[in-house]
């Protein structure tokens, strides 16, 4: 069985420079996880939280992610810390295809994968910091039996029966026996380190994982990275709220269909730029 998964999106991240390019950037990333999962024969999708900020989720990326779990591949979804589960969340909200499963509780629950494997899966259900999901649970079925969590300890993974833990939270991709953090697929801050990305998890007859790291960045095809330290910008969409002529300016370039998300990040780089606290 192949298992492709990812974590930490965080789609409509706040960013300190460039970033309606960037967000657009985790959307394309989060498009070429979905297709890699049809061109690998992946048998499922799996995602181990904050795949979205809560607090900044958009309508328009409620759509967007009904559109892209759309698709002919089963979808897990184990919400975390930042993109809780909860009545105005978006997995509440989205009328989703049937290929997804959302885990709605905090308490580990099952889901068969196929004959002799489970699938154990939980959410975080408000706002706070990450909990160790695993703490306290015990598996209580044969066969092989995995997980799909955000925030817990690796270091619990052992107790519980698992054989395998597919874990999110941490940014920092690790590959260990028994348990997988995939890290962010795509930059999120400078300095990150470590072979980040989609990892394709074949899962063996007798529960062990073996693994290859997909690149799925969106982000690193575009500018900015050489040239973010360059030309430092202010995130647009706070720009464009103020009341100033360089507010004004950043909506019309926003505004302005003729422009696709290079051009139109080199444009207000310059402009404002030029226009400094006008």
């Keep these: 069985m192949k298992l492709l998964?990812?974590?930490?999106?965080?789609?409509?991240?706040?960013?300190?420079?460039?970033?309606?390019?960037?967000?657009?950037?985790?959307?394309?990333?989060?498009?070429?996880?979905?297709?890699?999962?049809g061109e690998t024969g992946a048998d499922a999708v799996l995602c181990a939280g904050d795949l979205y900020e809560h607090d900044r989720c958009s309508p328009s990326t409620a759509s967007f992610l009904r559109s892209s779990f759309d698709c002919s591949v089963p979808v897990f979804l184990a919400p975390g810390n930042d993109d809780w589960y909860g009545p105005q969340s978006v997995y509440q909200q989205v009328d989703w295809t049937p290929n997804?499963?959302?885990?709605?509780s905090e308490s580990m629950t099952p889901v068969d994968l196929a004959d002799g494997v489970t699938l154990w899966g939980?959410?975080?259900?408000?706002?706070?910091?990450?909990?160790?999901?695993?703490?306290?649970?015990?598996?209580?079925?044969?066969?092989?039996?995995?997980?799909?969590?955000?925030?817990s300890a690796p270091g619990d993974v052992a107790i519980t029966g698992l054989d395998h833990a597919f874990l999110g939270h941490v940014h920092t991709p690790e590959h260990a026996v028994n348990y997988t953090f995939p890290g962010n697929p795509d930059p999120l801050t400078p300095g990150e380190t470590g072979e980040r990305g989609a990892v394709l998890c074949t899962v063996h007859d007798d529960g062990s994982v073996?693994?290859?790291?997909?690149?799925?960045?969106?982000?690193?095809?575009?500018?900015?990275?050489d040239s973010e330290e360059t030309f430092p910008?202010?995130?647009?969409?706070?720009?464009?709220?103020?009341?100033?002529?360089?507010?004004?300016?950043?909506?019309?370039?926003?505004?302005?269909?003729?422009?696709?998300?290079?051009?139109?990040?080199?444009?207000?780089?310059?402009?404002?730029?030029?226009?400094e606290e006008r």
């Design 210 to 225: 073996s693994r290859e790291v997909f690149d799925v960045s969106a982000s690193k095809s575009l500018d900015w990275l």
């Design 5 to 37: 998964l990812f974590a930490d999106l965080h789609l409509d991240s706040r960013f300190p420079s460039a970033g309606p390019v960037r967000r657009k950037a985790l959307r394309d990333t989060l498009g070429r996880i979905v297709d890699l999962a």
């Design 122 to 151: 939980a959410a975080h259900v408000g706002p706070g910091p990450a909990r160790d999901v695993l703490d306290g649970f015990a598996v209580t079925r044969g066969g092989v039996n995995l997980a799909l969590c955000h925030g």
């Design 100 to 104: 997804v499963h959302v885990f709605s």
């Design 233 to 275: 910008l202010l995130d647009f969409d706070s720009v464009a709220a103020e009341r100033t002529v360089r507010g004004q300016f950043v909506r019309d370039v926003l505004a302005d269909a003729a422009l696709d998300e290079a051009l139109r990040g080199r444009v207000l780089a310059t402009g404002l730029r030029a226009l």
